[in-house]
């Protein structure tokens, strides 16, 4: 069993900001995938399905993003799962706005949302898909990430997103360190 947990804030006020870049690319795989509706359990939105032949557990924490490691901790004690089955999609304000990096550990870079799935699980060794979002330093940081998406960008995170697709699909077939040779070698 995995668990694809996309990182954001509940809300309609947090639609389409740059915080939300994890749902978006997990709305955007459900839909592509036309893999049904998510449900409400402990705290989560949560889709649970089978690919390839593996049970699946798409989660949009629904406890704002500096907590969601305490959703995703139930999450993976409920289902008995270990951190090698966690796959975590966020934003990252070190990589421009169209750029991606898959990692399979390393620290929370300043992210609060990870900062909290590091307190609740123990552990910085967990796989990642970061999404770029740069980084304005001429705007508080809070309010950049809590920021609207523009349209500029927004055409350069459908590429992404739309590469995040198959790097989902390619997750359950390879490794993750070939998953990383062969999709963070094509990051511009």
């Known amino acids: 069993m995995k668990l694809i947990v996309g990182l954001g804030n509940p809300g309609k006020e947090y639609e389409n900001t740059r915080h939300n870049i994890g749902f978006s690319v997990i709305d955007s795989y459900v839909l592509d995938k036309n893999l049904g509706t998510f449900h409400l359990k402990n705290q989560g939105l949560y889709l649970k399905t089978k690919l390839f032949d593996e049970t699946v557990i798409f989660l949009k924490p629904q406890s704002f993003i500096n907590l969601s490691g305490e959703v995703i901790k139930k999450y993976m004690d409920f289902y008995k799962l270990s951190i090698d089955d966690l796959f975590i999609i966020h934003d990252d304000l070190d990589l421009e706005v169209g750029n991606f990096k898959l990692k399979s550990s390393g620290s929370s870079g300043g992210h609060n949302g990870l900062k909290n799935i590091e307190q609740n699980l123990k552990t910085q060794n967990y796989k990642r898909l970061k999404i770029g979002i740069s980084n304005r330093k001429d705007i508080d940081t809070k309010d950049y990430v809590l920021g609207k998406i523009s349209g500029e960008e927004q055409k350069k995170l459908n590429s ?3 590469k995040s697709i198959d790097i989902i699909d390619d997750y359950f077939h390879i490794e ?13």
Do not use: C, E, G, S
């Open 160 to 162: 992404v997103i739309n």
């Open 176 to 188: 993750f360190m070939a998953l990383m040779n062969k999709y963070n070698q094509k990051n511009r």
